[in-house]
Structure formats: C-alpha cells, structure tokens
C-alpha cells in the first residue's frame, strides 16, 4: 500500500487507520502476532492488570451481525507476561500498545511505570472497564481521571492515551475535551462499550451471558452514532487539538471515513474482528483507499473533523 492511508498518532507513524479495539484478539502472543501480521496500522494488547486474572465465568461474549455483548471481567495474562513478550513482537515494526487497567489510582502508576521502561510505544489507560462488580466506571468521575492522567503523563517518556466511555452530556465532553488539552494526553480513544447491555434468548427464556445479572458491555454497529457523537464533541471541543481514535461499529470503509470527517485520527475494530476475523482489516483498507481515490483525497489527514456543516 503507498502512503494514501498512513495515519500518526503522535509521533508514531502507521500505515493504516485500522487498530484492534483492545479485548480483541489480543490476549496471548499468538493473537497479538496474528494481529501483526494483519493489515493493522498498530495493535492495542488486552487490557492488562498487576496479576493475572481468570475473569468471569462463561458464557461472557456474545456476538452477532450488528453487536456485541461482553462481560469478560479482565481476564489477562498480567503486565510481566506481556513485558516479557513485548520485545520479540517489535519485530513486526508497528507501534504497540499497551493498555493498563488498575482498581485503585495507585495500581495504574505502578503499571504505568513498568510499561515506560519497557519497549512498548504507548500507554492507553483504560479509565471505561464496564465489567468490574461493584466497581465504578474510572471515567465518569472527572477530576479523579484527569489527576491519573496528568500523573502517569508527568513521568512518562511514552505516548499516553486514555479510553474513555460515552457520556450523555455535552457539558461534560467540554469540560473533559479541555482538561486533556491543557495537560497533553497524547491521543483518546472512544468509545469503550456500553456499559449496560442485555440481551435475551426468548426461545431458552434466558439471558445470553452469565456474569452481572447477564448484563455486559455493548458494542458494534448498534453503538456507532452514539460514538460519532463522541469523536465528533471532543473533537470540536477541543478545537482539534486532540488525536482520537474512534471505535465503535467498524464494519466497512465507508465507517472509517466517517470516523475520519467526524475527527478520528485512527480507529479501532472490535465487533467486526468477532463476526468476520483478521481478514476484515485488508477488507476495510481496500475500501476506504478506493473511496479516497473517488473522493480524489490525497492524504488521510486532510479529511480529519472536515465534517460540513448543513
Ligand atoms: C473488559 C471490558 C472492557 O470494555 C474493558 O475496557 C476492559 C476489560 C473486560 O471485561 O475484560
């Protein structure tokens, strides 16, 4: 592929938009090096914790067409597996991620300082796990995300990142858009799931999922207009200035560039990686080059919140 697609995220260069959204096929090293060998433009790891974690007990993902159902409870290998793999994995040449998840503020630092002397390219702290019984949402409380961000930013020499759930109000988004401005979050990226789905198999008269009364993280492309909104907000709300990475109900070229003019610099895949596998990323790329074409845009980065207005 020539340079039609390359995209950055802060200083990283990659040659396509499309990431995986983290949780998907990123878990042990044979995904991640599936992940590589894809048409991806970098790859995120599975969310990882201090201590490896089991994770809820099955059935937690349920899929299909047009979304996704996830109650995985952070089932993962732990930070020193994933730093013992991350070196032999820069060979792909691709920047990769990784995403950290604490239960208290201090766990994210001590994470964040292991990943920063590792060979990692990027930290996304992952402030929007729906799945953590009796636990908040990090995100929904603003001045604690924007304290853990500005302290993992302090000490870090690698790109930090945040993923961030929807919220509902566009005060919000203003407030949250402007403090990552001020303290230079390298890139967001939105929108987690949702955090309360369900769905119900009428014929069992049950739920699809175990865990958490059955209820679990919505994606896919029932979430897509609402993450639009999301890019869209922070985009404008922070004047441009922030680098997004949009995730939500990628299915076809036609979502990235929308993704695109609504203020998206990448985006991730999720529920499509579920329904069609790794091939879908050359699929999508093969799309999204022929609309640019049409469309006669030279680079990706001239299309970036080119949204008009009616
Ligand atoms: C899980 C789900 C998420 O949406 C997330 O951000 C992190 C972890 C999970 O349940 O494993």
Do not use: H
């Not at 049950?206 to 207009?225: A, R, T």
């Not at 529920?271 to 999508?284: A, C, E, M, R």
């Amino acid at each position: 592929m020539d340079k039609l697609l390359q995209t950055k995220i802060g200083n990283l260069i990659l040659k396509t938009p499309l990431l995986n959204a983290s949780g998907v096929w990123c878990t042990t090293k044979k995904e991640l090096e599936e992940l590589l060998k894809a048409d991806t433009g970098a790859v995120v790891f599975k969310t990882m914790t201090i201590n490896p974690r089991q994770g809820n007990p099955k059935p937690r993902l349920y899929f299909e067409k047009n979304f996704s159902l996830n109650s995985m409870g952070l089932p993962n290998l732990g930070v020193d597996y994933y730093l013992s793999i991350v070196d032999d994995l820069k060979k792909f040449k691709k920047p990769l991620i990784a995403s950290i998840a604490g239960f208290k503020e201090e766990e994210f630092y001590f994470l964040a300082e292991k990943i920063n002397k590792s060979s990692f390219d990027a930290i996304e702290v992952n402030l929007s796990c729906p799945n953590l019984e009796g636990k908040g949402i990090f995100a929904y409380d603003l001045k604690k995300s924007v304290s853990i961000l500005k302290n993992i930013k302090k000490k870090s020499s690698k790109l930090v990142g945040v993923k961030l759930p929807p919220y509902n109000q566009r005060g919000e988004i203003k407030e949250l858009a402007e403090r990552l401005v001020e303290i230079k979050v390298d890139f967001v990226t939105l929108i987690n799931s949702l955090p309360l789905g369900m769905e119900i198999d009428w014929q069992k008269e049950s739920f699809v999922i175990k865990p958490n009364l059955g209820i679990g993280g919505l994606g896919g492309k029932v979430i897509k207009p609402l993450a639009l909104a999301q890019v869209y907000l922070f985009n404008y709300f922070s004047q441009g200035k922030l680098t997004i990475i949009g995730v939500g109900g990628v299915n076809k070229g036609e979502d990235v560039y929308q993704y695109i003019l609504a203020g998206a610099s990448a985006v991730g895949l999720g529920t499509s990686i579920l329904n069609q596998g790794l091939k879908i990323f050359k699929k999508i790329n093969q799309q999204l080059a022929k609309i640019f074409k049409e469309k006669k845009v030279n680079n990706l980065k001239e299309k970036i919140g080119q949204i008009k207005q009616l």
